[in-house]
């Protein structure tokens, strides 16, 4: 591997190319009409547009990327998240053109991708589940399922992520509506309607668990990371470590992680997520297959860069790295900061930046492609910047937080750096005692 086209844009595109500069290898852009004067342009060795603003025509565009790795003679392609990066389909075109995919293997993507296969082999591995359907159910048989699993239950995509195709029954007239809306809105958003029903929690922590897997089938696990502060089922603040496990549960919730790694033959950097009950109990919600939003928050506990252990693994390289050597230190939290109006129902606010001011110091991390004079287009997620803030404990971690969004600076447009300032004088927050319901019951979102 010399050459890696990076088939994505913004703050991990940016991310990636950095990483391949670390690496000693050359870097090729993509860019949509767009996003012509976006840092990663700037940074990347070569650059390539590949199309209209749109993403259908240009980001989401198998055959553009495909001429575009081509055209540039990359020998790998990494996908960041989002877009392209969990398509099975695209990473078999990859490997057809004798392209490297920097991510697991096609099957592996379509096995976890598909919710209830997952759930199947999670079942095999003895890893918990929450208790639902036996596999997809056809609508008519929807009621009976629901029954057999006790109300309130959770409607959920069978090839669903990030939010979409889920809703909640209470009753069987919330069921029928329910189903109705998510396998249309599944249908749209996958092009799969089919469902599947879980056992709804109530107010559960919602903890995933950090994996990496070499090609000849070693894993471990680089500890957990708390994303339970959530608006609309979308993740809004990650943290390590997570504040509601025991050390007996970290490794056992650890150890259930690498069991479905192993049992779904993956390689490459993974996240298995899990919900935990009050009562201390986990189960199984999905497997992210590919890099995360939230991967620094791990990054600054770990000292482990996980984007160069997955170009290492995909030019097949053993990891380097043992589970005996990966010691989490202090704690670290991760700020989305999107360009969003969080006081008018988080109302997306693109524009141009006028100022820009970034904080540093002692244990603050700020990944962003924004620059002073750059225009946000609004074609695209609302993601504009991570702010990480590391301490040698929580207290010092809040505090470092408080300061570092106080130096934070953005003008021209609405950022959510006012929520997060909010949280942080928030008592419940700040005691650690928080659920993916908690913003929801604050009336904060």
Known sequence: MRRVLVANRGEIALRVIRACRELEL????????????ALHVRRADQAICIGKPAARRSYLNHDALIDAAQRSGADAVHPGYGFLSENAEFARRCETAGVIWVGPPASAIEQMGDKAAARALAERSEVPVVPGSDGAVAPENAVAAAEHIGYPVMIKAVGGGGGTGIRVARDQDELDRGANEAAREAE??????????????ERPRHVEVQVLADQSGQVIHLYERECSLQRRRQKLLEES???????PKREEMAAAAVRLTEA?????????????????GFYF???????????PVTEMITGVDL????LRIAAGESLGISQAS???????????VTAENPDENFRPSPGQVTRLELPGGPGVRVDTA???GYSIPPFYDSLVAKLLVWGRDRDEALARGRRALEEFVIEGIDTTIPFHRRMLDDAGFRRGDYHTEYLSELSLT
């Open 326 to 336: 990966i010691v989490p230190d202090g704690a670290a939290i991760e700020f989305r």
């Open 241 to 247: 470590p997570s504040s509601a496990l025991t050390p």
């Open 26 to 37: 050359e870097s090729v852009a993509v860019y949509s009409e767009a996003d012509e004067p």
């Open 188 to 201: 749209a958003a996958f092009g799969n309607p089919a469902l599947y029903l879980e056992k709804l929690i």
């Open 307 to 310: 984007v160069k252990e997955q």
């Open 370 to 372: 924004l620059y002073d």
């Open 285 to 295: 919600i999905e497997m992210n297959t590919r890099i995360q939003v939230e991967h």
């Open 264 to 280: 779904a033959g993956y390689r490459s950097a993974g996240t298995v997520e899990f919900l935990l009950d009050g009562a201390g």
